[in-house]
C-alpha cells in the first residue's frame, strides 16, 4: 500500500524552526519527485517546496526562499523540509506529495498534479 506520513509540525513561536519528515511506504521514493504543499484556512492550497529525482534540483516559492530547505535522503526512504524563521503567515497544513515525473526548469507548478499525498501535519507559528 502506496503511503506519505507526514511528520515533525507543531506548535512554534515567530523565528523559531521546525523540520518536517515525510516518510513514504510501499514504494520507494528514488524516482519520485516530491513537493511540500501548505494550506491556511481559507485560502488555496499552494506550493512551497519542490526536489527532483536525483535531488539535484529543488524550486521553492517565493515568500520560504532563503528560510526553508528541502532535502531528500532516499535510503532512508524520507524527504524533510527544514523551516527556519517562520512568520505567523506560515501557518497551515503542510502535505507532502509524490509523484514519477520530471519538470525542467522544476516548479512545483510544472509538476502538478501530483498523485500520491500525506494526510497533513499542522504547522502553528504564534507567540
Known amino acids: 500500500q502506496v503511503q506519505l506520513v507526514e511528520s515533525g509540525g507543531g506548535l512554534v513561536q515567530p523565528g523559531g524552526s521546525l523540520r518536517l519528515s515525510c516518510a513514504a511506504s510501499g514504494f520507494t521514493l528514488d524516482y519520485y519527485v516530491i513537493g511540500w504543499f501548505r494550506q491556511a484556512p481559507g485560502k488555496e492550497r499552494e506550493g512551497v517546496s519542490c526536489?527532483?529525482?536525483?535531488?539535484?534540483?529543488?524550486w521553492y516559492v517565493d515568500s520560504v526562499k532563503g528560510r526553508f530547505t528541502i532535502s531528500r535522503h532516499n535510503a532512508k526512504n524520507t524527504v524533510y523540509l527544514q523551516m527556519n524563521s517562520l512568520k505567523p503567515e506560515d501557518t497551515a497544513v503542510y502535505y507532502c506529495?509524490?509523484?514519477?515525473?520530471?519538470?525542467?526548469?522544476?516548479?512545483?507548478?510544472?509538476?502538478?498534479?501530483?498523485?500520491?499525498w500525506g494526510q497533513g501535519t499542522q504547522v502553528t507559528v504564534s507567540s
Open positions: 526536489i527532483s529525482s536525483s535531488g539535484g534540483s529543488t
Open positions: 506529495a509524490a509523484d514519477e515525473v520530471e519538470a525542467e526548469p522544476l516548479s512545483c507548478s510544472a509538476v502538478a498534479p501530483l498523485r500520491y
